[in-house]
């Protein structure tokens, strides 16, 4: 590593101003700054507590999406050789199979996404954003493991361009870019992104295992009729409470475990990265949704609006979304009180758009995109509220 250290060194001057690669600075500051500690260092008094950068912030997240990456590739490969009929599979040949599926799809994700990245940071002449490599990896982990690849590309492009670089790159994005660009293929294209057919890969239609379908739990629990048990047309349909937290169904890549979700929370809550407030407010306002909704009498509604909450915290994308869409410290709430406001109503959110819109029965990126546009509204009030406070106190203060 010494060696790269002095060879990026000596090479330093070619891309500083006026050098003959000035233009590809971004590149070079990415591979520098990337592979060791900057070496940039304040003029006056340090404020810097540790030797932690944004890169190695990102790179932590990176680490805790590991639990969802390594088992969206099982999951993936698992219900192609179940499905398929594969003969006598194991857990290597589902790795081996799922990642065939998946790789592509982040490998696409990362090139174009970077492509853009570096053009934009040319451009401009700054630092090459260290978000995307968070970015470029949330964005294939919430796509079904059967989306074409060219529609991989078309949906980064969107994200990184209109969702963040059009407003001034990372810092300056309003939404979440890995959902804006979700967001995109699922409204352009509903067909290959919702529906009973995108959740597996089928390669052969001829020979595929007897009574499959590629419904997921929330599409069945959505067309519970009025007056209906929703959990036990879920249990004949094979969606337990358990099977449900593990995840091993169909679904999007990487947001299906409610266990690898938890085991990457720890990860980010434990490094200071994550924010514990934002989690634990979606859950309680999803909570509260959810028993709003239990209390509706059940011969006057839909059976969705009866399903329990230990089921909903567990089903579709809930947990994946609260644990790294919510907290995206650019998009998400910035003021302590405000975490609060905005993860609890992206809970309510959620259950309101899951069970009160039949064509729509996840709600999870909806609401956080909207909850996105709201964050600064609700930072606003809530140093507004802060600010009268300290005021009143210090004309009670004063006239003590």
Same mark, same amino acid.
């Given at each position: 590593?010494?060696?790269?250290?002095?060879?990026?060194?000596?090479?330093?001057?070619?891309?500083? $101003?006026?050098? /003959?690669?000035?233009? +590809?600075? $971004?590149?070079?500051?990415?591979?520098?700054?990337?592979?060791?500690?900057?070496?940039?260092?304040?003029?006056?008094?340090?404020?810097?507590?540790?030797?932690?950068?944004?890169?190695?912030?990102?790179?932590? *997240?990176?680490?805790?999406?590991?639990?969802?990456?390594?088992?969206?590739?099982?999951?993936?490969?698992?219900?192609?050789?179940?499905?398929?009929?594969?003969a006598n599979p194991t857990w290597w040949t589902d790795m081996m199979q799922g990642a065939t599926i998946v790789l592509p799809?982040?490998?696409?994700?990362?090139?174009? =996404?970077?492509?853009?990245?570096?053009?934009?940071?040319?451009?401009?002449?700054?630092?090459?954003?260290?978000?995307?490599?968070?970015? &470029?990896?949330?964005? $294939?982990?919430?796509?079904?493991?059967? *989306?074409?690849?060219?529609?991989?590309?078309?949906?980064?492009?969107?994200?990184?361009?209109? =969702? /963040?670089?059009?407003?001034?790159?990372? =810092?300056?994005?309003?939404?979440?870019?890995?959902?804006?660009?979700?967001?995109?293929?699922?409204?352009?294209?509903?067909?290959?992104?919702?529906?009973?057919?995108?959740?597996?890969? *089928?390669?052969?239609? !001829?020979? *595929?295992?007897? &009574?499959?379908?590629?419904?997921?739990?929330?599409?069945?629990?959505?067309?519970?009729?009025?007056?209906?048990?929703?959990?036990?047309?879920?249990?004949?349909?094979?969606?337990?409470?358990?099977?449900?937290?593990?995840?091993?169904?169909?679904?999007?890549?990487?947001?299906?475990?409610?266990?690898?979700?938890?085991? &990457?929370?720890?990860?980010?809550?434990?490094?200071?990265?994550?924010?514990?407030?934002?989690?634990?407010?979606?859950?309680?306002?999803?909570?509260?949704?959810?028993?709003?909704?239990?209390?509706?009498?059940?011969?006057?509604?839909?059976?969705?609006?009866?399903? $329990?909450?230990?089921?909903?915290?567990?089903?579709?994308?809930? !947990?994946?979304?609260?644990?790294?869409? !919510?907290?995206?410290?650019?998009?998400?709430?910035?003021?302590?009180?405000?975490?609060?406001?905005?993860?609890?109503?992206?809970?309510? +959110?959620?259950?309101l758009i899951r069970v009160t819109n039949p064509a729509y029965p996840e709600g999870v990126m909806v609401a956080i995109l909207f909850m996105n546009v709201m964050a600064p509204l609700i930072d606003h009030?809530?140093?507004?509220?802060?600010?009268?406070?300290?005021?009143?106190?210090?004309?009670?203060?004063?006239? !003590?």
């Amino acid at each position: 590593m010494k060696f790269l250290l002095k060879q990026l060194e000596k090479s330093k001057h070619l891309f500083e $101003p006026d050098g /003959k690669l000035d233009k +590809l600075y $971004p590149l070079y500051e990415a591979n520098d700054t990337f592979l060791f500690t900057p070496s940039d260092v304040t003029d006056g008094p340090s404020h810097i507590r540790d030797s932690v950068d944004m890169k190695r912030t990102m790179i932590t *997240v990176i680490l805790a999406l590991i639990p969802c990456i390594l088992f969206g590739i099982w999951k993936a490969g698992h219900q192609y050789n179940l499905v398929n009929l594969v003969a006598n599979p194991t857990w290597w040949t589902d790795m081996m199979q799922g990642a065939t599926i998946v790789l592509p799809i982040i490998l696409v994700s990362y090139a174009v =996404g970077g492509i853009w990245e570096v053009l934009f940071s040319v451009i401009r002449k700054h630092e090459i954003n260290e978000g995307f490599l968070v970015t &470029g990896m949330l964005f $294939p982990l919430t796509l079904p493991p059967t *989306v074409p690849l060219w529609q991989v590309a078309i949906g980064i492009s969107f994200g990184v361009v209109i =969702g /963040k670089e059009i407003f001034g790159g990372t =810092g300056f994005n309003v939404l979440n870019p890995a959902l804006t660009a979700r967001a995109f293929l699922f409204f352009a294209y509903p067909v290959q992104m919702s529906g009973d057919n995108v959740w597996t890969v *089928v390669h052969d239609k !001829a020979n *595929v295992m007897e &009574g499959f379908t590629g419904a997921t739990p929330l599409a069945i629990a959505a067309l519970s009729p009025t007056g209906g048990h929703v959990v036990q047309t879920l249990t004949e349909a094979g969606f337990s409470w358990k099977t449900l937290a593990l995840g091993t169904l169909g679904g999007s890549i990487g947001e299906s475990s409610f266990i690898a979700c938890a085991l &990457g929370a720890l990860i980010l809550i434990l490094a200071g990265i994550g924010s514990w407030q934002i989690m634990l407010s979606c859950v309680i306002g999803l909570f509260a949704g959810s028993s709003v909704l239990n209390w509706l009498p059940a011969d006057q509604f839909s059976g969705y609006t009866q399903l $329990p909450f230990h089921y909903h915290v567990v089903m579709g994308g809930f !947990a994946f979304g609260a644990v790294y869409m !919510a907290t995206d410290p650019v998009s998400a709430a910035a003021t302590r009180f405000g975490k609060w406001i905005y993860g609890f109503l992206i809970g309510f +959110l959620v259950i309101l758009i899951r069970v009160t819109n039949p064509a729509y029965p996840e709600g999870v990126m909806v609401a956080i995109l909207f909850m996105n546009v709201m964050a600064p509204l609700i930072d606003h009030y809530v140093l507004q509220f802060h600010i009268k406070q300290r005021a009143a106190y210090l004309r009670k203060f004063s006239h !003590a």
